[in-house]
């Protein structure tokens, strides 16, 4: 299995992206799904996850509210839509994927087996 994150780029504060992560390869329709962001000097950051039916959408404090979580099972990808971006949201941002339908700890990176390569984020003042 591969993810391939893409839609990251420069925007000025308060305006929006959409991240997308495909998988390629083993079927993801059931396992768990998530991003997460790391800014620089800081440690990988929890940002959302879904399960795979959609009902199930954990986000952070920092980005409830703003950030959108969905996935389209036909096209085996996973979105992150972004609105009301502020500087703080600079970062390069992961998605991941579980090797399971379900995790209570859905926040932590250590639950997800497979990582994409990232994609960057600017959010400028």
């Known amino acids: 299995v591969q993810l391939q994150a893409s839609g990251g780029g420069l925007v000025q504060a308060g305006g929006s992206l959409r991240l997308s992560c495909a998988a390629s390869g083993r079927t993801f329709s059931t396992y768990v799904m998530g991003w997460f962001r790391q800014a620089p000097g800081k440690g990988r950051e929890f940002v959302s996850a879904i399960n795979w039916s959609g009902d199930t959408t954990p986000y952070a404090d920092s980005v409830k509210g703003r950030f959108t979580i969905s996935r389209d099972h036909s096209k085996n990808t996973v979105y992150l839509q972004m609105n009301s971006l502020k500087p703080e949201d600079t970062a390069v941002y992961y998605c991941?994927?579980?090797?399971?339908?379900?995790?209570?700890?859905?926040?932590?990176?250590?639950?997800?087996?497979?990582w994409g390569q990232g994609t960057q984020v600017t959010v400028s003042s």
């Open positions: 991941a994927q579980m090797l399971r339908a379900y995790s209570s700890r859905y926040y932590s990176e250590d639950e997800y087996e497979i």
